[in-house]
């Protein structure tokens, strides 16, 4: 059981909006830590896309969008494409564990 | 640009020690005000963070594997390195090393290396 919470699965047509939420609790979200997404292509490593709750790194499209609120986040994606297809993981810090967290990953597919 | 790659043995016996190398290329950890982390992803599964050291050789991990693990660094080689100690089925993961950077409130991992599997099996 991962310590941020990301509903498994998530789709969307082509053109539409998503929504992948990260749930956490006071010792991490809640605590004032930034909260960063990173999406994983099919056999790839994963890729910064969203880090400090709502910002894109230099090269990341603003079809992708972060919030946070609480002890919760959100990661954006509108005008779905085909090559969004992948897995989004959030990351925060716990301060009970003294480290970074992952959540369990969302596999968003494009129908 | 900053790259990491990943490096050793791909397959290792259950109760050894797993060793794995990161080599940096296009800036010098002890250059750099990042610290340098270590990853894993067992197939078909999330990510989990394994834990960090600074060139200075300062080290945080995570309280779940701290008893087996043991991340280093040589700035002579601009390399640092993980040894996972009593390895078991459970280990098998395709490891990654990444830039861990960020203040004490936003640490994120923003340069990852291409990931190395590494397989526990007699």
């Known amino acids: 059981q991962s310590v941020l919470t990301q509903p498994p699965s998530v789709s969307g047509a082509p053109g539409q909006r998503v929504t992948i939420s990260c749930t956490g609790s006071?010792?991490?979200?809640?605590?004032?830590?930034?909260v960063h997404w990173y999406q994983q292509l099919p056999g790839a490593a994963p890729k910064l896309l969203i880090y400090a709750n709502s910002n894109r790194p230099s090269g990341v499209p603003d079809r992708f969008s972060g919030s946070k609120s609480g002890t919760s986040a959100s990661l954006a994606i509108t005008g779905l494409q085909a090559e969004d297809e992948a897995d989004y993981y959030c990351q925060s810090y716990d301060s009970s564990l003294s480290g970074s967290v992952f959540g369990g990953g969302t596999k968003l597919t494009v129908l | 640009q900053l790259q990491l790659q990943e490096s050793g043995p791909g397959l290792v016996k259950p109760s050894e020690t797993l060793s794995l190398t990161c080599t940096v290329s296009?800036?010098?950890?002890?250059?750099?005000?990042?610290?340098w982390g270590w990853l894993r992803q067992p197939p078909g599964k999330g990510l989990e963070w394994i834990g960090s050291i600074f060139y200075s050789g300062s080290t945080y991990y995570n309280p779940s594997l701290k008893s087996r693990v043991t991340i280093s660094v040589d700035t002579s080689k601009n390399q640092f390195s993980l040894k996972l100690s009593s390895v078991t089925a459970a280990d098998t993961a395709v490891y990654y090393c990444a830039r861990h950077s960020g203040g004490s409130y936003s640490r994120r991992f923003d340069y990852w290396g291409q990931g190395t599997l590494v397989t526990v099996s007699s």
């Open positions: 296009g800036d010098s950890i002890s250059r750099s005000s990042y610290y």
């Open positions: 006071s010792s991490n979200i809640g605590a004032a830590y930034d």
